[in-house]
């Protein structure tokens, strides 16, 4: 870096304590309010000859793309976990460094994670319904009741930081662990979870499973129709992971035939796009993927992802460089 602030673009508004940071450290030519389309993110950084993207998910960084950005570009920073949306290996042939944002989105993500499954189970659809139409009439002691969580074993499909966090939160409430990672963890990360090598022996033991898992090919649509029909009748599911895990023509007919209780779901196969039949079910607890979205963790997320294109454009290894872990 000479004595000029090296060109970046940030393709999305961001909290204005991470704006004011980035403009002192960056040439920021383009300050937005709206969300840039990935082509426009393209043509701006072939027109000021960026050095640094940062991006977010609806930024489709696909190899195609990445052939058109600018040799300038050094960094394509995400602020996400999730790094689905970017082909790393495609941007590393390019001489491009891609990061993302671990960690500082583990909390949030798990309390939502665990607010669907508590919502799931407590129906809480159906009821602020009834709220929500005046209410009127008493409740029957019968009527439309929950299940207790605990007692009951919650099995978890990808068992990194933000699986980790929901088995602690689900711990508190009662609930066993069970789970399916690549690798069994070390024991003082299992914390008394019971392991399994592969999803299909793991699930007929959930009363509650819930996805936490990347969006790979390998992972694509691991719960379809045989996976789902593994689950004991009555289990609840839950997904704030990514939508491509989840066949949800199967999701589907899993809910409206009752073989599962119910579902919490934060993560769709075509986002921003929801399939409108999940809209008809009663016992569909649904979210426009807020995983992360709190003020503190967006402005953690957004100050690392800043912190990562700070240390490409330095020549410094950024503490998040993908290229490394692959
Ligand atoms: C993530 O960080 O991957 C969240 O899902 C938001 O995209």
Redesign the pocket.
Same mark, same amino acid.
């Given at each position: 870096m000479n004595g000029t602030r090296p060109k970046a673009i940030i393709a999305f508004p961001i909290l204005e304590s991470v704006a004011a940071r980035a403009r002192a450290e960056f040439d920021l030519q383009y300050d937005p309010t709206t969300p840039l389309e990935t082509e426009e993110l393209v043509r701006l950084a072939n027109q000021i000859q960026a050095e640094a993207l940062m991006v977010?998910?609806r930024h489709k960084m696909t190899e195609p793309v990445i052939a058109k950005l600018p040799e300038s570009v050094r960094v394509i920073s995400t602020a #996400?976990?999730?790094f689905d949306h970017i082909d790393v290996a495609a941007a590393k042939k390019r001489g491009i460094v891609v990061t993302n944002t671990p960690d500082v989105?583990t909390d949030a993500t798990a309390d939502l994670g665990f607010l669907l499954l508590l919502a799931a189970s407590r129906r809480l659809p159906e009821a602020a319904a009834t709220m929500a139409s005046g209410w009127g009439q008493t409740q029957g002691f019968g009527e439309r009741l929950g299940r207790d969580l605990r007692g009951k074993t919650l099995a978890i499909y990808g068992m990194g930081r933000i699986g980790q966090a929901i088995a602690d939160r689900a711990r508190a409430f009662g609930m066993k662990i069970v789970y399916s990672n690549r690798r069994r963890l070390p024991q003082d990360l299992e914390k008394g979870a019971t392991y399994f090598a592969t999803l299909d022996e793991m699930l007929p033991h959930a009363d509650a499973l819930s996805l936490n898992a990347p969006g790979t090919k390998e992972t694509e649509k691991i719960m379809n129709e045989k996976t789902f029909a593994l689950l004991p009748k009555g289990a609840i599911f839950v997904n704030v992971a990514r939508g491509s895990l989840v066949d949800e023509e199967a999701l589907i007919n899993a809910l409206r035939s009752g073989h599962l209780f119910a579902a919490g779901l934060d993560v769709f196969a075509n986002e921003p796009q929801l399939d409108q039949r999940f809209l008809a079910l009663a016992n569909v607890v649904l979210t426009p993927?807020i995983? #992360?979205a709190t003020v503190e963790t967006r402005e953690q997320m957004g100050l690392r992802a800043l912190e990562n294109m700070r240390a490409v454009v330095r020549g410094e290894t950024a503490k998040d460089a993908l290229e490394a872990k692959l």
């Open positions: 977010v998910m #996400s976990v999730g989105l993927h995983g #992360s």
